[in-house]
């Protein structure tokens, strides 16, 4: 069994930064991506940004403010988030696509940590 731990999220005003992490633990032989979404009240869940083997994504509405960064010795992903907007607001979700130790590829979530920005 794997589990994905999120944490980092919180209160900033607009403009500000702020750092997600999450580390994943349990039956892990390799990560093969990780990445955050988020979900804004009201709308559906949304990519903001992966790492993989294939290289790393953005979504648009991100791009120039938030950075993903890997540590794999760890076993954690980051996403350093600066120039908060309003529209960041939302809970943010880790991601990952990890090989367990009995060689099978799935898909895990964290529980997400909330990030509120004020204008």
């Known amino acids: 069994q794997v589990q994905l731990v999120e944490s980092g999220g919180g209160l900033v005003q607009a403009g500000g930064s702020l750092r997600l992490s999450c580390a994943a633990s349990?039956?892990?032989?390799?990560?093969?991506?990780m990445g955050w979404y988020r979900q804004a009240p009201g709308k559906q869940r949304e990519l903001v940004a992966s790492?993989?083997?294939?290289?790393?994504y953005y979504a648009d509405a991100v791009k120039g403010r938030f950075t993903i960064s890997r540590d794999n010795a760890k076993n954690t992903v980051y996403l350093q988030m600066n120039s908060l907007k309003p529209d960041d607001t939302g809970v943010y979700y880790c991601?990952?696509?990890?090989?367990?130790?009995?060689?099978?590829?799935?898909?895990?979530w964290g529980k997400g940590t909330l990030v509120t920005v004020s204008s």
């Open positions: 790492d993989s083997s294939g290289g790393t």
């Open positions: 349990g039956s892990i032989f390799q990560i093969n991506a």
């Open positions: 991601n990952a696509n990890i090989r367990s130790i009995y060689y099978y590829d799935e898909e895990y």
